[in-house]
């Protein structure tokens, strides 16, 4: 167990300067001032010095990042984007929406009389959550725009400054907290009040207009800052049906003035000229919540303000504030986003496809085989399609995303990359044992998924069978699809290696063997910070257990399976509490959903998971992949002599803990689809990794001496 601990160790040292930057946050000064400037639909492809001056150089004063505008839906409309600033969680109303509301002047301020209403909705339930906590702290909140005032209403609605536009607000320095909608980029994309169906509604020449209408609306703002006011500007919704990454400035004291002006936080000084050298490298603005240096989310922004005016977030708030990272510039925050979206919008025809290979790759398999013929080319072609998957991360080696043909790299990166992982397997000097080659697939595949999770998912982030930004379901750790191929590939590997050890006659290494390399694959995916993945705790220990068991020659009973599940859940909890336990900076998801679960929050977000989790469940590209899979493989062992050639019970026969390794991954793959929210996705990934091995070891088995007889075929099931 000493190797277990060592890997154990290693996760926590990962984990551990994470931690340690959270505590470089948005600490502004006591009684600070802090003015916050939405921009709905703004992109850094926007910004420029020629078209929007003010823009640039307030680049050029200011930390750099990107803002995942994702709050419920696919798209962020401005009304859903304010009210998540207001709210400091994700937050919707619950149908496609358009601009906030009008709010309703009184005297000096205004009220909002909407905010009432949406407190009973299950997605607007903490609206006006930032304006009570100025309000608890006894400071008043100025809102300019529609936008704005919704913002910083408290559970009221109540504003106490208001105005339409920047020259109607009489006194800019009477409240420590401030916001503007800048609603000109957006404001003619909708169509009958409501966010279009198109992905860019208007022409390039149209929205470079926009762009400097917009630029002009901010310089109005900037122009009457109090000096020393810091300055939080997002574009906080989309403009359209495709999302984007949306920009995100920090100007604050102790950022270098990089376009050669005063230098000084607001006033003339920082922002009164018409323009500047190019912004160049800047700071990256980053969170925890994302744990990446460039990439925050809504809900950052309500704790970024209230901490940058020195008030504490209430503890329903669940965004971190911002903190300042490595140097990064507009061109690659703009590459960013060319990547999520390109990525986004390659997805769904790469499943289409992957799903017709996988489909037609059995109807010729169960053709050829059935008749005896082409059984090498079966083999190979199935260790080429096993080898689909770790090829969509690995190409993240390369800088596909630097190419003027973003799309055809990437794709071109993927074959590539299969052509690559499938000769090393094939010709590689374990090509001559049946078991080597889907042994060698299966460790590549647990190789490049394990090092990726210590070393930040870099590979897994803009990945098609990972995540991306722009979608805004994960930003660090370990998702849906790569745990099931991770699970899949070290209980396949285990296995494999467990039959080397069962016949030297070390059938207890071999147990103790695949219960340990699984617990270290079990712990990395449930680490905080590390894989952080709570349904994949739950899945991943019956998986091992029961490849255990099959190794060890025992049975496994339903109740023996459910007290696995079990098991799994009391493993993750643990793991959620102890995180729980560190400073709410530093903690993952994971330990904030105890909190969650302390303040009784947390069923709308076990609602959205649930609701996920049965609308994937019948997903026409993930499906048919389980569906042919399975009933191969079952037909295959039922019906051996006129689907397979009998191929898969001789592998099963020669190679009995190979049965272990599948058996094992199917469980994983079945209690992962039940519990997490990517639904068929899990258990279709563990098929499309588990049997085409199997299928390539059955293949080659057949070319060698049948060996001991084969076995019955009820034992496939336990």
Not at 311 to 332: E, H, I, M
Request: proline content about 7%.
């Amino acid at each position: 167990m000493r190797w277990v601990l060592l890997l154990v160790a290693s996760a926590l040292w990962w984990s551990l300067p994470v931690a340690a930057r959270a505590d470089d946050t948005a600490t502004g000064e006591a009684g600070g001032r802090v003015a916050f400037i939405g921009v709905p639909g703004l992109l850094w492809d926007d910004i420029d010095p020629r078209d929007t001056p003010r823009l640039w150089e307030l680049a050029g004063q200011s930390g750099l990042g990107s803002v995942s505008v994702k709050t419920v839906g696919t798209v962020t409309c401005p009304y859903d984007g304010w009210l998540t600033v207001s709210a400091g969680v994700r937050s919707a109303v619950g149908r496609r929406c358009g601009l906030p509301p009008e709010p309703i002047a009184q005297g000096q301020g205004a009220i909002v009389p909407e905010v009432r209403e949406l407190l009973g909705t299950r997605d607007g339930t903490y609206a006006g959550t930032l304006g009570t906590a100025v309000h608890a702290a006894g400071e008043c909140t100025a809102a300019v725009g529609r936008g704005a005032a919704l913002a910083l209403a408290d559970k009221a609605g109540q504003v106490d400054l208001y105005a339409s536009e920047p020259a109607a607000l009489g006194d800019w320095a009477r409240c420590r907290v401030l916001a503007v909608d800048v609603a000109a980029l957006v404001e003619p994309y909708l169509e009958d009040g409501r966010l279009p169906q198109d992905p860019e509604a208007i022409s390039p020449e149209r929205r470079r207009d926009l762009a400097r209408q917009a630029d002009s609306e901010v310089a109005a703002v900037l122009d009457r800052l109090p000096a020393g006011t810091e300055v939080v500007l997002a574009g906080i919704g989309d403009h359209g049906s495709v999302p984007h990454l949306r920009v995100a400035m920090w100007k604050r004291p102790g950022i270098t003035d990089r376009t050669g002006g005063a230098g000084s936080p607001g006033g003339e000084g920082a922002a009164g000229g018409t323009g500047g050298s190019p912004p160049g490298e800047g700071p990256s603005i980053g969170t925890n919540s994302t744990r990446r240096d460039d990439l925050v989310v809504l809900p950052d922004i309500t704790p970024t303000i209230l901490t940058a005016a020195g008030l504490a977030p209430p503890a329903t708030v669940v965004g971190l504030p911002w903190r300042l990272g490595d140097p990064v510039t507009p061109a690659d925050l703009v590459r960013a986003d060319t990547a999520g979206v390109s990525v986004r919008g390659t997805t769904g025809v790469f499943f289409t496809a992957f799903a017709i290979l996988q489909v037609g790759f059995y109807a010729v398999a169960y053709f050829l085989l059935s008749r005896r013929r082409r059984l090498g080319l079966v083999g190979t072609a199935a260790i080429v399609l096993a080898c689909v998957p770790v090829s969509t991360y690995a190409v993240n080696l390369l800088p596909w995303d630097r190419s003027p043909y973003v799309v055809v790299t990437l794709i071109g990166g993927v074959l590539a990359g299969t052509a690559l992982i499938a000769a090393v397997a094939l010709l590689g000097p374990w090509r001559r044992d049946p078991l080597g080659p889907p042994a060698a697939v299966a460790a590549i595949t647990a190789a490049v998924l394990a090092g990726d999770l210590l070393t930040g998912t870099t590979l897994q982030f803009n990945s098609l069978m990972g995540y991306t930004a722009v979608v805004g379901g994960r930003y660090y750790g370990l998702a849906n699809i790569p745990f099931a191929l991770l699970a899949t590939a070290v209980l396949m590997v285990t296995a494999i290696a467990a039959e080397l050890l069962v016949r030297a006659g070390h059938r207890r290494p071999a147990v103790a063997g695949v219960a340990g390399l699984g617990v270290a694959a079990t712990l990395l995916a449930g680490w905080p910070g590390v894989g952080s993945d709570f349904g994949g705790v739950i899945a991943f220990v019956p998986g091992i257990a029961v490849t255990a068991l099959l190794v060890a020659g025992q049975k496994v009973s339903v109740l023996k399976l459910a007290a696995f599940c079990v098991l799994g859940g009391v493993l993750v909890s643990v793991i959620a509490v102890l995180d729980h336990l560190r400073p709410p900076a530093a903690q993952t998801h994971l330990g904030r959903f105890v909190g969650q679960v302390l303040d009784g929050t947390f069923l709308p977000m076990i609602a959205r998971k649930l609701g996920a989790m049965l609308n994937t469940l019948l997903s026409p590209n993930l499906m048919p992949i389980v569906l042919a899979g399975l009933a191969f493989l079952v037909f295959a062992v039922l019906r051996p002599g006129q689907v397979s050639a009998g191929v898969v019970p001789r592998a099963f026969a020669q190679a009995p803990m190979l049965r272990a390794g599948l058996v094992g991954a199917l469980v994983s793959g079945v209690v992962g689809m039940l519990v997490n929210d990517s639904g068929t996705a899990v258990l279709s990934m563990a098929v499309a990794l588990a049997v085409p091995l199997v299928l390539h070891a059955g293949v080659r088995s057949s070319e060698s001496p049948a060996g001991e007889a084969e076995r019955p075929r009820s034992e496939i099931f336990f």
